[in-house]
């Protein structure tokens, strides 16, 4: 895009994002569950190698660590800030 056709007097339009209680619950639900189920099948029971059984508790404790993350994330605000 030419720079003429660039409006560069006007500040960057910025947007403050609220995380509503429900967004929050079911993107931490979602992440804990799909961690437990990964857990679960990681389970001495259940068929398969050894290596994809350990590799299973990896991502079961990094989903389940996800949601915790997700559960106390603070929404992102941005600073307006003007063009030079």
């Known amino acids: ?7 560069t007097s006007s500040p960057i339009q910025t947007y403050q994002y609220n995380d509503c209680l429900s967004c ?3 993107g931490t639900g979602a992440l ?5 189920y990964a ?3 990681s389970r001495a029971a259940a ?3 050894l290596m994809g059984k350990r590799a299973l508790v990896g991502v079961g ?7 915790a ?8 605000t941005s600073i307006p800030t003007e063009r030079n």
């Open 61 to 67: 404790l990094v989903l389940i660590g996800a949601g």
């Open 47 to 49: 068929p398969g190698s």
């Open 1 to 7: 895009m030419p720079s003429s056709m660039m409006d």
């Open 69 to 76: 993350m997700r559960w106390t994330q603070k929404p992102m």
């Open 39 to 41: 857990l679960w099948q």
């Open 24 to 26: 929050r619950l079911i």
């Open 32 to 36: 804990s569950g799909l961690g437990g």
